[in-house]
Nanobody
Framework: EVLLVESGGGSAQAGGSLRLSCSAS????????LGWFRQRPGKEREGVAR???????TYADSVRGRFTISRDIVKNTLDLQMDSLKPEDTAIYYC??????????????????WGQGTQVTVSS
């Protein structure tokens, strides 16, 4: 069992930055596929960024070049640095984990472990 807890959400102005963090307990997840997802108002949950067990990363087109995902295997944490924020980044952000070897295109429903979510609000 993996327990995930996000922190670091909040409000920012367009062009600003926020950093989200996700801490894991209950299991070491160095080999897990880890991801950040978000759910914008009235939209389905979508993938934002992922990192696999070899530290390979993938990003959604909408955030590539602005967001950076990173993991710390020793601390069991997963971070998302969000720069150049836009109002359309406003959403609830979730971290998720899966033991799947296939990571980059893994759909949200195949991630069994989820955090509770943290709100990010970007004003124009």
């Amino acid at each position: 069992e993996v327990l995930l807890v996000e922190s670091g959400g909040g409000s920012a102005q367009a062009g600003g930055s926020l950093r989200l963090s996700c801490s894991a307990s209950g299991s070491t997840y160095g080999e897990y596929c880890l991801g950040w997802f978000r759910q914008r108002p009235g939209k389905e949950r979508e993938g934002v960024a992922r990192v696999n067990g070899y530290s390979g990363t993938t990003y959604a087109d909408s955030v590539r070049g602005r967001f950076t995902i990173s993991r710390d295997i020793v601390k069991n944490t997963l971070d998302l640095q969000m720069d150049s924020l836009k109002p359309e980044d406003t959403a609830i952000y979730y971290c998720a984990a899966s033991r799947s070897d296939f990571c980059s295109g893994l759909p949200p429903e195949l991630f069994p472990y989820w955090g509770q979510g943290t709100q990010v609000t970007v004003s124009s």
